[in-house]
Nanobody
């Protein structure tokens, strides 16, 4: 089906920057929307940003002006540039991919394994 692999997490100080990357690989589906979600300890997973195949973006209010999502359709990759990081941004960040099956006219969601982002104060 679809393999989703993230990279780029780590430890950074308040005000610092990190860039997350995610690559989706598939031989039978087409990749539609891609996005980033995060889950902090004891909290529910929440949307960070999404991007459509045409480049339309959607951001959570708490990252607007600080994070930028982008994608490369030729490689089925999506990136998240995170600037002005705050301790509240500490979480496991997950990449989500929506894959379309032409054969079944159905969309499927695939998640990466997650990458830890820790922002120290």
């Amino acid at each position: 089906q679809v393999q989703v692999v993230e990279s780029g997490g780590g430890l950074v100080q308040t005000g610092g920057s990190l860039r997350l990357s995610c690559a989706a690989s598939t031989s039978i589906f087409s990749i539609n929307a891609m996005g980033w979600y995060r889950q902090a300890p004891g909290k529910q997973r929440e949307l960070v940003a999404t991007i459509s195949t045409s480049g339309t973006t959607n951001y959570a209010d708490f990252v607007k002006g600080r994070f930028t999502i982008s994608r490369d359709n030729s490689n089925n990759t999506v990136s998240l540039q995170m600037n002005s990081l705050k301790p509240d941004d500490t979480a496991v960040y997950y990449c989500k991919v929506v894959a379309h099956s032409t054969r079944w006219s159905t969309d499927y969601q695939y998640w990466g394994q997650g990458t830890q982002v820790t922002v120290s104060s």
